[in-house]
């Protein structure tokens, strides 16, 4: 059973950095598309935004809004994706959700809140 356990959501002052991570169980990450979304305030789940993934072959690729700012990366050892997110914005403010691409099958996290102040 593959499971996705996301952390490090806080509320930060706009200008500043966190890092959220995204822990696997039940598959390995290596290979596979793994990656960001997320929610914003006022919108539904289904209109989530792609932040940020890392492709099987390994490429990254953002969103235009968070290129520069935001860096994806994997642990392969410890089987866990990072998201490093820098200059926090308020526009930013959202839940995220990790998700991972296993075969045609995806899964994803229970998502962690990210909170931007002005």
């Known amino acids: 059973q593959v499971q996705l356990v996301e952390s490090g959501g806080d509320l930060v002052q706009a200008g500043g950095s966190l890092r959220l991570s995204c822990a696997a169980s039940g598959t390995t990450l290596s290979g596979n598309i793994v990656g960001w979304y997320r929610q914003v305030p006022g919108k539904q789940r289904e209109q989530s935004e792609l932040v940020a993934y890392i492709s099987r072959g390994g490429g990254t690729n953002y969103r235009d809004s968070v290129k520069g700012r935001f860096t994806i990366s994997r642990d392969n050892a410890r089987n866990t994706v990072y998201l490093q997110m820098n200059s926090l914005k308020p526009e930013d403010t959202a839940v995220y959700y990790c998700?991972?691409?296993?075969?045609?099958?995806?899964?994803w996290g229970q998502g962690t809140q990210v909170t931007v102040s002005s």
């Open positions: 998700y991972a691409t296993v075969g045609v099958k995806n899964y």
